[in-house]
């Protein structure tokens, strides 16, 4: 069966720290999507990235990057020199090609960047 | 020209009424989704609609029942509304069928009170 695990529930960072979110999947399918959604305050849902399982290339968009990592199941995602605006829960989601396009979601990461 | 839109944001209602969620896309998309955020922010899959046509019911009381007029449209109505209710519902869209893996994209959420 399908999972999604972020075992940081909280973190607490000064502006213009580095900060890393951690994903860890299960998955028994070959052919799967991984993404990002950030959760601002206001409550919406923001697409942030995608990965198919057959693409590890790290991404890098502006101060956000992306490691993706099959050998150990991991999608981690990485602010660089944060800010207040990146303040939000941020999900990390597993899509399968046999799960009828479901994404499941991990616990989500509130992430508070304090001035 | 806003992609996924849901009404009401907000629905304050009492226990045991019945009471219909709303959601259109005009992404041309061929799949829409229910998914429910708990009070803990954990989201999970309700149900999905590839073309008016019910390919997901993620074991989900039968007072929850989705309908789609048309595959721009996806309603939720809700009967016989319990204190559990209480959540916030999203509605998203994708593009392509069932085993097409593709980027969802979410409403802004309607947040149901259940008092």
């Known amino acids: 069966a399908q999972k999604v695990t972020q075992a940081q529930t909280e973190i607490s960072v000064v502006e213009k720290e580095d900060v890393t979110l951690d994903c860890v999947y299960e998955?028994?399918?070959?052919?799967?999507?991984l993404f990002w959604y950030k959760q601002p305050p206001s409550g919406e849902l923001v697409f942030l990235i995608r990965r198919n399982s057959f693409d590890e290339q790290n991404e890098i968009s502006g101060r956000y990057s992306w490691n993706f990592q099959k050998s150990t199941s991991s999608f981690n995602f990485t602010i660089t020199a944060s800010q207040v605006v990146d303040s939000a829960v941020y999900f990390c989601a597993l899509s399968e090609e046999e799960g009828a396009q479901k994404l499941v979601f991990g616990q989500g990461t509130r992430l508070t960047i304090n001035p | 020209d806003t992609a996924v839109s849901q009404t009401p944001k907000y629905l304050v209602t009492q226990m045991g009424n019945d009471k219909s969620i709303k959601c259109e896309q005009n992404l041309g998309h061929d799949t829409m989704y229910w998914y429910k955020q708990d009070s803990k922010k954990f989201l999970k899959i309700m149900f999905s609609?590839?073309?008016?046509?019910?390919?997901i019911n993620e074991t989900v009381p039968n007072r929850f029942s989705p309908k789609s007029p048309d595959k721009a449209h996806l309603n939720l109505h809700i009967n016989s509304l319990e204190l559990g209710d209480s959540a916030v519902y999203f509605c998203?869209?994708?593009?392509?069928?069932?085993?097409?893996?593709?980027?969802?994209?979410f409403g802004p959420g309607t947040r149901l009170t259940v008092l």
């Open positions: 609609y590839n073309n008016k046509e019910l390919i």
């Open positions: 998955t028994r399918d070959t052919t799967y999507y």
């Open positions: 998203a869209s994708s593009q392509g069928g069932t085993g097409v893996l593709d980027t969802q994209y």
